[in-house]
């Protein structure tokens, strides 16, 4: 059954992935995401609020987990994928045609831990905080996601093994992690809204014990394109990219805005959970406002990667973003 659903959405991929002009006249492009995530909320009102139409683009956003959303790239599946710029980079080794940002998104660490309703550390210090959880069960997301490096990188601060003094259960879907912590598969989940405020509601977990965006900028969720999509293509890169800019802007001046496209992507969650994930969302800075991927982003997500042991080597700004289209863009 696995490999069916995986068939089915590689064929739905390759099906509105490359470039093709639709009757309306506008060229169809698809985008490819590990997760349905309010992160994602600046590029969830562009294709709302017609930002894409404007410039003759149609986008369609597929989700594609288990780390397919970046492998869909780079097989030409898909024209764009939204995630980090780690992802990016271990995609990228030995690759001729590699992955490159394009525009910033989530320009903070979108990842929370949150522990089932009762258990708490006693303090945020190191030693306390390596006390909680030596010997727990954390669902942390699929083995080298960012979610997951982020948690292996708190457990190495705090000086835990992350492969001995916890249990790590690595779940390819993100979104599983509410139901696995309300049925006793875990004491400790990590992730983002809206599971944050799904759990918090339902009663499965608390308020987060840790909150990685006090990690400040960082590259966690950029738009990134094959190298020779930016050579070959570039009218489109940056008509894609002035309507993220657009988009960006407009949820940082207009909440209203951003609270009505939020519930159109989000039906099914309450209007407190709503509003919960949007408050957070501007409290925690959580989106970027000029769609710079700056160079401490990228080497703030490239260190927690490093730390990870799933990395090696030297990493350069240059080889993993071109803010040509950005800063083209803005100067205008």
Known sequence: MKKFLALLVCLALLCCAL?????????????????????YLPLYVAIHEGYFAEEGL??????????????AVVSGDAFAV??????????????????????HCV????????????????SDSAEDMADFLRGKRIVAGRYGGSPNLLTRYLLLQCGLDPDRDVTLVENADASTVTAMLQHGQGDIGNGGEPQ??????????????????????????????????????????????RAMLKALSAVQEDHALAARVLEMEFSTLTQEGRAAALGRAYDDCLWSKDGIITPR???MTMEVLAASGLYEGEWAYDQLVDMRFVEELSAQ
């Open 19 to 39: 470039p093709a002009l639709a009757e309306d006249g506008l060229t169809r492009l698809t985008v490819a995401e590990p997760v349905h995530l309010i992160g």
């Open 58 to 71: 149609d986008i369609t956003v597929v989700q594609a987990t288990g780390g397919t959303h970046v492998t």
């Open 82 to 103: 939204i995630g980090g710029v780690d992802s990016n980079a271990l995609a990228n080794q030995g690759n001729s045609d590699p992955i490159v940002g394009i525009v």
């Open 107 to 122: 320009n903070r660490a979108n990842v929370y831990l949150f522990a089932r309703t009762g258990l708490a550390p006693d």
């Open 196 to 241: 944050i405020s799904e759990g918090v509601t339902a009663g499965i977990w608390e308020e987060p014990f840790v909150k990685f965006p006090d990690l400040g900028d960082y590259a966690y969720s950029i738009i990134g394109v094959k190298k020779s999509t930016i050579e070959n293509d570039p009218d489109t890169c940056r008509k894609f990219v």
């Open 297 to 299: 982003a990228v080497d």
